[in-house]
């Protein structure tokens, strides 16, 4: 069984909720929701989601790194904004943080965070291949989608073999029309 370490940041929210801020197993590392807070527990970039948006970001960087690894290593993230029609100023920052390395991403409107204040939360998954592991690096392969075998198009045959039985059901009437005009 693999060894759990559990990271703490400080957060003044980390012990009326009970969370790490982040977690590593082998060869991953969990990123709780990280807010816009600085290394004094205040809330960065009031009303501003794109400075809050970096301060989240470099949080997580902060605590990736504690664990060993850095934002290059981030596979996915799950953005949480108040306000979805500022979605340009939340990507702008994930865009200078993660455009060499992208992570797969979501994002997502609430309806509020935690404080009034917060405008975004990120949540951050990360994975050092275990060879980069074994080494003690924590770069990661960048494969070019070249590189990547083609998906194959979805094939949408159905034998009559495999098909499943249905009831056959009465014929429906067609709804009544009007006729329509000649030009």
Not at 45 to 61: E, F
Not at 145 to 173: G, Q
Request: proline share 8%; no cysteine.
């Amino acid at each position: 069984m693999s060894e759990i370490t559990r990271i703490a940041s400080q957060s003044r929210w980390e012990p009326i909720f009970g969370f790490s801020r982040a977690v590593r197993t082998d060869n991953w590392v969990v990123v709780s929701g990280t807010t816009a807070f600085d290394e004094r527990g205040t809330i960065v970039g009031k009303n501003q989601m794109y400075v809050q948006a970096r301060q989240v970001i470099a949080n997580i960087g902060a605590a990736l790194e504690r664990a060993g690894m850095t934002l290059s290593n981030v596979v996915r993230t799950r953005v949480f904004v108040t306000d979805i029609t500022r979605f340009a100023e939340v990507a702008r920052a994930h865009q200078e943080s993660f455009g060499s390395n992208p992570p797969a991403s979501t994002v997502v409107e609430v309806r509020g965070l935690v404080h009034p204040d917060m405008l975004v939360e990120i949540e951050a998954d990360a994975y050092e291949t275990p060879l980069a592991a074994d080494s003690g690096s924590s770069a990661t392969k960048s494969h070019a989608a070249a590189s990547l075998p083609k998906p194959k198009a979805p094939r949408a045959t159905v034998s009559a073999k495999s098909a499943p039985a249905r009831k056959s059901s009465p014929p429906r009437k067609p709804a009544p029309t009007k006729p329509r005009k000649r030009r």
